[in-house]
């Protein structure tokens, strides 16, 4: 009995990825092509923005532990480093020059304490700046990272109009809160938005055709305060 060979749809999807993952442009942009099915398409792309994303993180990764340590030597290097004048100004430099021959004991005590104040205020500088530089880092790499989750989210769905207008003014500024929140992540952002463009706003139809005035309490003949009002009204109009 003749054995037959299934195919394994996992091993064909790796072939086609394999096959034209690689096929850029000189300016780097995959090119597909155009009689490929869409489902082919999103497949490829979003394997070749998942390489190309663990190839920047390993990249980040190293340059961060590279950062670390040039960190830690100039701290180290910063921390030791005392300005010559305390930043003092040159009156009281003046007068810590008066006591300095005078006074030998209390120019030692007033150095120090100088040094410790100047080192301290180093060490909040330098714990400042360092602080800024890493978020400054984290904002960076959270915007790239959001950039391909976008564009991702855009060729799984091409059928809704996700432009970064949209996403600026149409959308409930909450939303975006919550992911910045860190309450759920971009991409799950990306699918409340779509819920909410999806949804859309109700527009008044051929069928809404507002009150129906003949359901309304009433009667054809108005009464008799309206008829007195209306009599006021009508000789408002005669000219004497």
């Given at each position: 009995?003749?054995?037959?060979?299934?195919?394994?749809?996992?091993?064909?999807?790796?072939?086609?990825?394999?096959?034209?993952?690689n096929?850029?442009?000189?300016?780097?942009?995959?090119?597909?092509?155009?009689?490929?099915?869409?489902?082919?398409?999103?497949?490829?792309?979003?394997?070749?923005?998942?390489?190309?994303?663990?190839?920047?993180?390993?990249?980040?990764?190293?340059q961060?532990?590279?950062?670390?340590?040039?960190?830690?030597?100039?701290?180290?290097?910063?921390?030791?480093?005392?300005?010559?004048?305390?930043?003092?100004?040159?009156?009281?430099?003046?007068?810590?020059?008066?006591?300095?021959?005078?006074?030998?004991?209390t120019?030692r005590?007033?150095?120090?304490?100088?040094?410790?104040?100047?080192?301290?205020?180093?060490?909040?500088?330098?714990?400042?700046?360092?602080?800024?530089?890493?978020?400054?880092?984290?904002n960076?790499?959270?915007?790239?990272?959001?950039?391909?989750?976008?564009?991702?989210?855009?060729?799984?769905?091409?059928?809704?109009?996700?432009?970064?207008d949209?996403?600026?003014?149409?959308?409930?500024?909450?939303?975006l809160?919550?992911?910045?929140?860190?309450?759920?992540?971009?991409?799950?952002?990306?699918?409340?938005?779509?819920?909410?463009?999806?949804?859309?706003?109700?527009?008044?139809?051929?069928?809404?055709?507002g009150?129906?005035?003949?359901?309304?309490?009433?009667?054809?003949?108005?009464?008799?305060?309206?008829?007195?009002?209306?009599?006021?009204?009508?000789?408002?109009?005669?000219?004497?």
């Amino acid at each position: 009995m003749a054995k037959q060979n299934a195919s394994n749809p996992d091993t064909e999807i790796a072939e086609l990825v394999t096959k034209h993952v690689n096929n850029l442009d000189d300016k780097g942009k995959l090119q597909l092509p155009d009689d490929m099915p869409d489902w082919q398409k999103h497949v490829i792309r979003s394997e070749k923005r998942q390489r190309d994303a663990q190839s920047e993180l390993g990249k980040t990764q190293a340059q961060l532990r590279s950062e670390q340590a040039e960190k830690s030597v100039l701290l180290d290097a910063a921390s030791s480093i005392i300005p010559a004048d305390f930043q003092l100004s040159e009156d009281e430099i003046r007068q810590l020059e008066e006591i300095k021959y005078k006074d030998p004991d209390t120019y030692r005590l007033r150095v120090n304490e100088l040094e410790s104040k100047a080192k301290s205020a180093q060490a909040e500088k330098l714990k400042e700046l360092t602080t800024k530089a890493s978020e400054d880092a984290a904002n960076q790499h959270m915007a790239k990272s959001r950039t391909t989750v976008l564009a991702e989210f855009r060729d799984a769905n091409p059928e809704l109009v996700i432009t970064d207008d949209v996403l600026a003014n149409d959308v409930p500024p909450r939303l975006l809160a919550g992911a910045n929140a860190g309450t759920y992540t971009y991409g799950e952002y990306l699918e409340k938005v779509k819920a909410y463009v999806g949804t859309g706003k109700k527009i008044p139809g051929a069928d809404d055709k507002g009150p129906n005035l003949h359901s309304m309490p009433g009667s054809n003949t108005p009464g008799k305060g309206a008829a007195e009002r209306q009599g006021n009204k009508d000789l408002q109009k005669i000219t004497f």
